[in-house]
């Protein structure tokens, strides 16, 4: 869902990546090339494998009561008051999800709608940003949501890319008035500056967008850096963020880190398992 932090993308081309490589850094690849016949092995059929493993999903938003719909609730009554928003990707505990976290939805990319939804003010007319975006909820939100904004959509993982671009495709209307990218952009600083200069006209962003980014210790110094290009002085960069037990990260290193970097923090809402700061 997000990018990595080794490696200098070129000007003009993107590169295969996905984001296994940064939350299992310690796995080396596998040597597919036996080297007697004794080490050739008939092709492994996985008996539990789930022969059907995308899934579509879909989103209504209410413009007047800024909250996400969902089943009953779905009903069409005005066309300028609801949001629609349907993406393409995979089932969360389907093997493409555990090479790739960004063919997916995740709970914190919900929520950050619902912060979308209720202070639209900040959205429009507006340059903004998508980082690790994955399936692209919050971008595209972003796009239907605003007037005249500009919104530029990122992730580093190849796979999530492919299915991101769809997802753009898909939500496309010729009735909104905000214009929409989609690049890959991989952590760091140098990459970064590159993107800035090849993807944004060499002009910062006033919004960038994050959620469910964080896996992995190694992508927050990088993660910090990108934003220190990225974004305007007087920006705003909305993060959302949900504690897991099998992420060895807490908030507050990713804040600490944060501060290192020349940032300040507050939080802007809370549940008890979500927080956008």
């Not at 790739?100 to 995740?106: N, Q």
């Not at 429009?124 to 605003?146: D, F, P, Q, S, V």
């Amino acid at each position: 869902m997000s990018s990595n932090s080794t490696g200098t993308q070129s000007a003009a081309e993107e590169v295969r990546w996905t984001d296994a490589s940064i939350r299992w850094p310690d796995d080396k690849p596998i040597d597919n090339e036996p080297n007697t016949e004794d080490d050739y092995e008939a092709p492994y059929m996985d008996p539990f494998k789930d022969p059907n493993p995308f899934q579509e999903f879909s989103f209504r938003f209410d413009r007047h009561s800024n909250i996400l719909l969902h089943g009953d609730d779905k009903k069409r009554i005005d066309d300028d008051r609801y949001i629609d928003i349907g993406l393409r990707g995979y089932k969360t505990d389907s093997d493409q999800v555990f090479e790739s976290t960004g063919l997916t939805i995740w709970k914190s990319a919900k929520h950050l709608c619902q912060y979308q939804m209720s202070h639209s003010k900040l959205f429009h007319g507006k340059r903004i940003l998508e980082l690790g975006a994955g399936l692209g909820l919050n971008g595209i939100l972003a796009y239907c949501m605003t007037q005249d904004s500009t919104i530029c959509i990122t992730d580093g993982d190849t796979d999530s890319l492919n299915n991101l671009r769809e997802n753009i495709d898909l939500n496309r209307q010729e009735k909104f008035t905000s214009k929409i990218s989609c690049h890959q952009l991989i952590w760091n600083r140098s990459n970064a500056a590159l993107f800035l200069e090849n993807h944004a006209e060499s002009q910062t962003f006033d919004v960038m967008l994050a959620s469910d980014i964080i896996y992995a210790k190694g992508i927050i110094e990088p993660l910090w850096a990108t934003v220190q290009v990225l974004l305007a002085r007087s920006g705003v960069f909305v993060m959302a963020y949900a504690s897991r037990n099998y992420v060895p990260i807490n908030i507050e290193y990713v804040l600490e880190l944060s501060v290192n970097a020349g940032f300040e923090y507050e939080l802007a809402e809370e549940d008890t398992e979500n927080e956008i700061f």
